[in-house]
């Protein structure tokens, strides 16, 4: 299953040079979660109310090309593997008008209670694991 989400790019994302701050695209993959996330009927609020948190253990991005103040992006995403303990998503953001490839990356995660100790999904909420089996 992928998922994608469109964003315009602001100006306060950008750096000196007139591109978007590469640290930036962090938190683009993060916006592309939640409405992942929101697509599926399972908010991070709804997780958190359910005792379900998880929690960031890792990024690796490619930087493939910029994108200016005013570009619109589209970020794909898709879960590359699910044991029901961990997931990694991956990404591809990709400039609209041209097609090209911006960047691509993946985030690494773990499912934990509230106290950040590591649960199983599958076995703590599978209704909510299934979703991702999907």
Known sequence: ?????????NYYETD?????????YIRFMEEAR?????????PFSLMEENGVTIPVLGVNCEYKYHVTFGD?????????????VRMTIGYTIINKE???????????HCFTDKSLK?????????EFSAKFEK
Do not use: Q
Request: charged share 25%; glycine share 6%; with cysteine.
């Open 1 to 9: 299953m992928e998922f994608s989400f469109e964003r315009k790019i």
């Open 16 to 24: 000196r040079m007139g591109v978007v701050h590469h640290s930036n």
């Open 34 to 42: 939640c409405k992942w996330l929101e697509s599926l009927d399972m």
């Open 72 to 84: 619109v992006i589209v970020i794909s995403l898709f879960i590359k593997e699910y044991s029901g």
């Open 98 to 108: 041209n097609g090209k490839i911006v960047l691509t990356g993946e985030t690494k």
């Open 118 to 126: 590591p649960i199983n999904l599958k076995k703590r909420a599978p």
